[in-house]
């Protein structure tokens, strides 16, 4: 059964950083790229960044781009997120998501998926 499990989500500050995990299980990690999406109130899901199975090519969507990083342990199954001079446009629940295949910007190309963990950003 695979499993992906977000922590690291909060209330801050604008200007503030936050670093969210996800942590899988029952997946191999680096047969499988990965990626953040997020989904604020109202809104439809959106691409955040994303990250291929070995690391070696990573992308982001224009608004997190020079602010977010993404990256992944293999050895620990487990992908990253930091979030760098968050402001309030980044207020959204946070999901990541694993693919099977290379990197995707799309969330309907992406079958596993976890619960998502809330960020809160006051100006």
């Known amino acids: 059964q695979v499993q992906l499990v977000e922590s690291g989500g909060g209330s801050v500050q604008a200007g503030d950083s936050l670093r969210l995990s996800c942590a899988t299980s029952?997946?191999?990690?680096?047969?499988?790229?990965t990626g953040w999406f997020r989904q604020a109130p109202g809104k439809e899901r959106e691409f955040v960044a994303a990250i291929s199975r070995l690391g070696f090519y990573k992308f982001y969507a224009d608004s997190v781009k020079g602010r977010f990083t993404i990256s992944r342990d293999n050895a620990k199954n487990t992908v990253y997120l930091q979030m760098n001079n968050l402001n309030a446009e980044d207020t959204a629940v946070y999901y990541c998501?694993?693919?099977?295949?290379?990197?995707?910007?799309?969330?309907?190309?992406?079958?596993?998926w976890g619960q998502g963990t809330q960020v809160t950003v006051s100006s």
């Open positions: 998501a694993a693919r099977d295949s290379s990197t995707s910007t799309r969330p309907s190309e992406y079958p596993y």
């Open positions: 029952g997946i191999t990690l680096s047969d499988s790229a």
